[in-house]
Structures are given as C-alpha cells and as structure tokens.
C-alpha cells in the first residue's frame, strides 16, 4: 500500500536547503575579511599595441552596503523556487505571469534557459532559475511544475518558480547584504530572519544576458 | 521634404518550415533545392555524430546530416512524415533530416525578432531569430550558420 508516503524525504529537503541557507549567511559573515593587497610594480615596460576588440562590458560589480534601491525601507516579492525561499525587491520586478502554456525550447541552449513565452508580443526568456541558485546536488529529483514566471529587466526574463508566496516590507538593516569577494553574484543579500535570498537582479540579467558571471 | 512611397512594403521572404521535436522552424525557401523522402541513407565511417551518412541523389553523392543531433534534440526514428531537405549553403549541397516539412510562409524582415540573446553559447549561434504566427513560435535558422568553416569543410571532404 502506498498510503503511507515519506515524510522524511521531504524533512530531508528541509534540511538540505535551510542548511543551504545558512551557508549563504555564513559565506556572507565570512566575506567580511578585506582581501589580501596585491603587491604593487612601478616597473615601466613597453605596452603592446593591442587592437580593443569590443566586448560586453562585464557586470557591475558592487560596492559593500545595500544597493540603491535599499536605500531606504524597501519590499519585495517572496516565492519559492524548488523549495528554496527567494525574493525580488518590488522595484525590480515586471510582472508576474501564470506558467505560459505554451514555451518554445531553443535548441542549442542548456537546461538553465527552457525557451521563450510570447507576453503581450513581447519573448519572455524562460529561465530556471532553480539551476542557478541550488547546486546540482541540491536540486530535487522530482520538482513541481513551475506555477508562475518573474518577470524581470522590462519583462525580457521569466524566472520559473514554483509558486508566488507574500510580499515583506523590510530595513535595509534586516539583510545581511553580499559583499565585492561573494562567491555567488547573483545574490544581493539575505533576509536573516526569514531565511530567504534577495536576487541582485540588474546582475542577474545582464550575466544571463553575456553568459558571464564574474 | 522628399515624397514617401505608400508602397514600400516591408522586405518579406520566402520561408520553408518544417518540424522538429513538436517546434516549427523556418529556413529560407532560396537555399531549398528539393524535398526527399527518406530514402536508404549509407551510413560514413568515422563521421562527425551528426552525420547521418550519404544518399545517391540523381548521380551527385549528397552527405545527409540529422537536424535533430545538430540542435542538440533527441534522436528519433525516422517515419513516413520524416524528409530530406536538400539545402545549398554556399555552392555546398546537403541533406537536413527533419521530423516532417510543413508549408511555404512569407516573413517580413520586421516579423523575425533577433535570436534570443541567452549567454555566449556558440551552439545556437545558427538561430536567426523567432516570428510569431498564429500565436507559436517559428525558429529562423540561418543554414549558413548550422554548421562552423571547419564542419563545412569536413562534410564536404566525407
């Protein structure tokens, strides 16, 4: 009989991604250490002629301290995303759109952008962002089809979750903010008490967008 | 102030669509010779894994590459809707294996949006762009583009 399903999978879940969570936090405490100064070389060599070969200016990188847009008291926009709680702060965000029926696969693209959806005659670029956040080893076998797509970057992106939760009114001093040496970019911060990341979702675009996430 | 013409119709083309994993795609009717059914196709030795190997068209060996495998797609047995698209990429002549050919379209150039611009991906540099008809998605292929110099040269040399 199947009756009875298993719970502690799902408590394992649990577990995985709150301990997830707190590694964001910890890596967070841990960046607060300066880098170490590279030595410094007055040496004048002759410069090669080089050719500028134009290239897309990499993301921004960010200063230590909330973002512009949290200046102040700010809100964002919970859901879930493979369990995984995440946030978009409301300024940021473009809508959001029931999972379109319809998405077109483009080929040659990997598993993190699952194709386009047509929004009012615009192409929303669907993206995992599960792939993104979680390891590969955190990502759960069996997933719930996405319900709903964030949009993001004047609509240009959807990000597939897994369900729209609340909106949260937060200080800027609740969210431990990411720091230059963070190893995850797209991470803007983290809310302390409700376990939850804040996409940095300028970055997010524009590394989507280039392919380049340093 | 200079008279504008009233008929400058956008610049449209000519479009071949065909199917592939449940998606239409489109490639420019000018590169389109001729329509096959799938015919004995004689498997080469040491190809690249997208090559499905060689056919006799009319005299003039034609190399046959699966559509499927070069995009990426999963394979699929070849069935009574399947064809081969004769295509002619700079003087070069092929074979594309696609799931099954749908019609002829006409495409304004300001109907195809740009291909999506998704990471630095080289393996979808052949996607031209996407139009939207009737309210699906048809990829644009850019033939020129499906296969690099070097597969070119490869393909021809089988």
Redo the contacts between chains.
Sequence with gaps: MSARRQPPVLMEEQQALTAYLDGLLQEIAEEEKPPAAAPETQERVPQPIVRPVPAPPPPEKKDHGPPPWAAERFQCLIFRVAGLPLAVPLVKLNGILKMPQ?I???????P??MG?A?HQ?Q?V?VVDIARLVLPADRLPEQRPSPGHLILIDEARWGLACDRVEETLTLDPQSVRWRTPQGRRPWLAGTVTRQLCAILDVDYLAQA?????WD | MAKESVSTAPEASQYVTFRLAEETYAINVMQVQEVLRVSEIAPVPGAPHYVLGIINLRGNVVTVIDARRRMGLSDKEPDDASRVVIIEVSGQVIGILVDSVAEVIELAAKEVDPAPNVGNDESSKYIQGVASRDGELTIVVDLNKLLTDEEWAEVANL
């Design positions: 319809q077109t696969p483009m080929p040659g693209h990997g993190l952008f386009l047509q005659g192409q670029k989507l967008a280039s392919g380049r």
